[in-house]
C-alpha cells in the first residue's frame, strides 16, 4: 500500500491561499475538520492524511479559525495528539472545550458540505480530493438515491468524448446529471478527472465506458496511462453513499441560483485536436501518482 510521509510536501495548499483575493484556507480548514469529526474512529492512513494536512493550515489561519477548530477536536475523542497539542500551543485551552462537549459526543458540523465545499473540492489536488471523498462517505447526511442514465444516454456521452466534442459532452452532463451549465462544464473541462469519475458512478457508467472517455475527452488526462488507471480505481472505490451526496450537492449549487466559477482555460471544440498535440500538467503532488494516498477503501492503487 502507497503511503506518505507527514513532513512531505504540502503541494497545492499554497495555490489555494489566495484565489481572486480571497483566502480560503479557514474554510479549508474547517470544512475538513467537521468531516472528519463525523467519524467515530479513522485508520492510520486516514488520520495521517487529515494530520498532514491540518499541521500546515493551522499555522496559516487566523486565530478565530484556529479556536473554533480547536472546539471540535478537543471535544472529539478520537482527536489526534499533535494537532491539539499544536493548537494549545497556539492558546487553544483543552479543558474549557472538553467541559463544554461530552468527548464521547462527536459535535455536529456548524458546516454544511455545499458551496464551500464545491469551491473547495475543484481547487485541491488529487491528495485533497481523496480526502474530502473519502470523509463525504461517512457524513450524517442522508444520501439520496441517484437514478442510472438511460443507455442512450451513456452512449451519446461516449460518442461526443470521442469525438472530442466538450460543449455537447457538457450539455448531455447537464441534462444527465441535472446539475447547473456552468457546473458541468467545469466537470468536463477539470484536469484531474475526479468530477468525471464522480458523475459516471452517478449515471451508472460501464467502467470500460469512463476509460474511453478518460482517454479522449480531456488530452490533460488522457495523455497519462497512469492517471487513467487511478481514476478507473478511484471509480471501482467510490461508495454509492460518496457519490450520492456529491450530486447533491451539485444539484443544490446550481438550484441555488448563484453562478459557479467556470474555468476558462478551454476553448471546447476549436482546441480539441490541437489540444491533443500539446502536452500539459495535470495537478497532482510532487513525486507523481506514486506521492498519491490509497482511495476510500484503503485498497492502495493512489
Known amino acids: 500500500m502507497v503511503k506518505f510521509s507527514v513532513s512531505s510536501p504540502l503541494d497545492g495548499l499554497l495555490d489555494l491561499a489566495c484565489r481572486d483575493g480571497i483566502d480560503i ?22 488520520e495521517t492524511q487529515y494530520v498532514e494536512l491540518a499541521l500546515g493550515l493551522i499555522e496559516a489561519v487566523d486565530a478565530p479559525t484556529r479556536a473554533a477548530v480547536a472546539a471540535k477536536l478537543f ?4 482527536a489526534p495528539e499533535v494537532l491539539k497539542q499544536r493548537l494549545a500551543g497556539h492558546g487553544a485551552q483543552p479543558d474549557k472545550f472538553a467541559a463544554e462537549t461530552p468527548a464521547t459526543d462527536p459535535p455536529k458540523p456548524d ?10 473540492f475543484f481547487a485541491a489536488t488529487a491528495r485533497e480530493r481523496c480526502l474530502i471523498l473519502a470523509n463525504l462517505e461517512v457524513s450524517e447526511d442522508p444520501a439520496p438515491a441517484t437514478v442510472p442514465a438511460a443507455s442512450e444516454t451513456i452512449r451519446q456521452l461516449e460518442v461526443a468524448a470521442l469525438r472530442r466534442q466538450t460543449a455537447e459532452f457538457s450539455r448531455l452532463l447537464e441534462r444527465a446529471l441535472d446539475i447547473s451549465h456552468s457546473l458541468a462544464r467545469r466537470v468536463t473541462h477539470d484536469d484531474s478527472g475526479e468530477p468525471i469519475v464522480i458523475a459516471a458512478k452517478a449515471l ?5 465506458v469512463l476509460q474511453r472517455i478518460l482517454l479522449f475527452l480531456n488530452p490533460v488526462v488522457g495523455q497519462s496511462v497512469e492517471r487513467v488507471h487511478s481514476l478507473s480505481w478511484l471509480f471501482d472505490d467510490l461508495s ?48 507523481g501518482e506514486e506521492a ?8 492502495g492503487r493512489w
Open 204 to 208: 451508472g457508467m460501464p467502467g470500460a
Open 25 to 46: 484556507r479557514p474554510t479549508l480548514l474547517r470544512v475538513l475538520t467537521d468531516l472528519y469529526v463525523q467519524k467515530l474512529g479513522h485508520t492510520a492512513e486516514e
Open 292 to 299: 498519491l494516498p490509497s482511495p476510500l477503501k484503503g485498497r
Open 75 to 78: 471535544a472529539y475523542a478520537a
Open 240 to 287: 454509492p453513499a460518496t457519490v450520492a451526496r456529491m450530486v447533491a450537492i451539485w444539484r443544490e449549487a446550481g438550484s441555488a441560483g448563484r453562478p459557479v466559477y467556470e474555468s476558462v482555460h478551454w476553448d471546447d471544440e476549436h482546441r480539441g485536436a490541437r489540444a491533443a498535440a500539446t502536452p500539459a500538467r495535470h495537478r497532482v503532488p510532487r513525486g
Open 111 to 120: 458546516i454544511r458540505p455545499g458551496r464551500d465545499l464545491i469551491e473547495i
